[in-house]
Every structure is written in C-alpha cells, then in structure tokens.
C-alpha cells in the first residue's frame, strides 16, 4: 500500500533547540519525496523536494531508502518556523502526491 | 502572476445538493490536479487533468467529477453531497504532471460546508 505516516500530530519545542518532524512512507518502487509548509492563513507551499538536495530555511532532510524515511529537521529553530508540515511522496510520472497527515510545528519563545 | 486562484473562498451548502468549484492555473501550467483535506487530516488526491481529459483518479466515488477547459481552467463538481464531503478543496496546478522536477502549486482552497 502506498501510505505517508507522521507520527507526530504536534511538535512543541522552544526557540533555538534542533528540530526533526518525522516521515515514514510505504510505497513499492522509487518515489520522489517532498516536503510542503502552511503558515497561518496561507496557501500549502513546496519546502523542498528529495531530489534536489538543498537546504531551504534552514531545512534539509535525507531520503533513508533502507529505513523508509525522509525525516526534515533543522539545527535551531526560530519562531516563524511555526506552521504546518506536510510529507508527501510520488511516484514516477504518476502526477499524484499522497500526503502524511501533517505535524504542527509550535516554536516558543 | 497571481498563482492558482480558486473560487469561491467559502460557500455552504445542503445535503443531497450540488456543487460547482473552479480553479485557473498559474500562468503557463496545463495540468489541474483536485484534492480534497478534512479538518485535521492531509490532502487527498480526487483526480487530476491534462489535455482536458482526466488522466489520473483516486479513491473517490463518480460523484466528483470534473472538466478541464480548453484555457486550462478547471471545475470540480459534487452531486448529491453529504455531510462527509465538508472539508477544503484544494486545486494544485503543474508543467505536465510531476517527474519532471516541476513543481506543483496549490490554490488557497474553497471550503464547503455542508448543512
């Protein structure tokens, strides 16, 4: 079955501490992996995708085929890293992204 | 360029009537994916098009239907509504579906509610 899980419904860590938002994925072949952000009262947006391998805002998160993981994390948040994330995969050329069920990152002061 | 935009924002509705949700692309993208997210769930894939013809579905039942028009536009209809179809529409928009290392985005999403 294809299937993105983030375990975590909410992440609550103070200003400056590291943070990881977990992501499992099931999916039989090579999918792409991505990550999507909703700030509050904005539109679901692209944080960044496995392929490319850069580090947007600080960031980065690695593609761990043997585990089935593509864990986002980042050294040291900042309170505007509050927001919703989302995982998502596809699969080749399928034109269909399969969501997680989203983690609330709350940054406090 | 002002995105996807979709219309309307909010809209409510009664149960067994029908729907009517437009999205336009972003400037220069041919393909309209729909997906619908309940409150407190991710998005899930509806269907998407290309060419004006549906070219992928997901486990939705024939009550949502869609169009593509020749502009690239698209509408996505839902007959006989139930309460369980509340939730925000979202429409996602793309160069010739994903695999290309295009990138898909989305609509601000309408919210129906249904009474």
């Known amino acids: 079955a294809q299937r993105v899980t983030q375990p975590e419904k909410l992440l609550s860590v103070f200003k400056g501490a590291p943070v990881e938002l977990k992501c499992n994925y099931s999916?039989?072949?090579?999918?792409?992996l991505f990550w999507y952000v909703q700030y509050s009262r904005q539109r679901l947006q692209l944080l960044l995708r496995h392929i490319s391998r850069e580090s947007i805002k600080g960031f980065t998160a690695d593609l761990n085929k043997g585990e089935t993981s593509f864990h986002l994390k980042k050294p040291f948040a900042q309170e505007e890293d509050s927001a919703m994330y989302y995982c998502a995969l596809t699969g080749s050329n399928t034109g269909k992204l399969i969501f997680g069920q989203g983690t609330t990152l709350q940054v406090k002061p | 360029d002002a995105g996807v935009t979709q219309s309307p924002t909010h809209l409510i509705k009664t149960r067994g009537q029908q729907v009517t949700l437009r999205c336009s692309p972003k400037s220069g993208h041919d393909t309209v994916s729909w997906y619908q997210q309940a409150l407190g769930q991710g998005p899930q894939f509806i269907f998407q098009?290309?060419?004006?013809?549906?070219?992928q579905r997901g486990n939705f039942p024939d009550r949502f239907s869609g169009h593509q028009f020749p502009n690239y536009s698209s509408e996505l209809n839902v007959n006989a509504l139930l309460l369980g179809d509340s939730a925000l529409y979202l429409c996602?928009?793309?160069?010739?579906?994903?695999?290309?290392?295009?990138?898909?985005?989305f609509g601000e999403g309408s919210w129906l509610t249904v009474v």
């Open positions: 996602a928009s793309s160069l010739q579906g994903l695999g290309t290392g295009n990138t898909i985005y």
């Open positions: 098009y290309y060419e004006e013809e549906e070219r």
């Open positions: 999916y039989s072949g090579s999918p792409e």
